[in-house]
């Protein structure tokens, strides 16, 4: 069984900066890829930016292109979101996600395991 803690989450004005981190642990994790979501209050759960866990392939969405970095660490097991120029449109519960297989990469349904998530507030 895969667990999945993410980290860094908090309040930051506009235009800061914030750096989240995801440990995954488990004697199956071998992820095709691990990604984040996030949910803000009264809306669906949404795409934020994946990376393929061997190659490094990166995927965005396009409002957090240029501003959001996702990175990993495959000896920590651990995956990061670099998140500059915060707006406070960014404020939403981040999630952590890791998935099995290379379909719906960019679906919140294609993902096989979720962390608790951490709440990221961006005030104006």
Do not use: H
């Not at 998140?83 to 519960?93: I, R, Y």
Request: proline share 2%; aromatic share 12%; charged share 15%.
């Amino acid at each position: 069984q895969v667990q999945l803690v993410e980290s860094g989450g908090g309040l930051v004005q506009a235009g800061g900066s914030l750096r989240l981190s995801c440990a995954a642990s488990g004697r199956t994790f071998s992820p095709y890829a691990m990604g984040w979501f996030r949910q803000a209050p009264g809306k669906e759960r949404e795409f934020v930016a994946t990376i393929t866990w061997s190659g490094g392939m990166t995927y965005y969405a396009d409002s957090v292109k240029g501003r959001f970095t996702i990175s990993r660490d495959n000896a920590e097991n651990t995956v990061y979101l670099q998140m500059n120029s915060l707006k406070p449109e960014d404020t939403a519960v981040y999630y952590c996600a890791g998935k099995r297989t290379s379909f719906s990469i960019t679906r919140t349904q294609g993902y096989d395991y979720w962390g608790q998530g951490t709440q990221v507030t961006v005030s104006s």
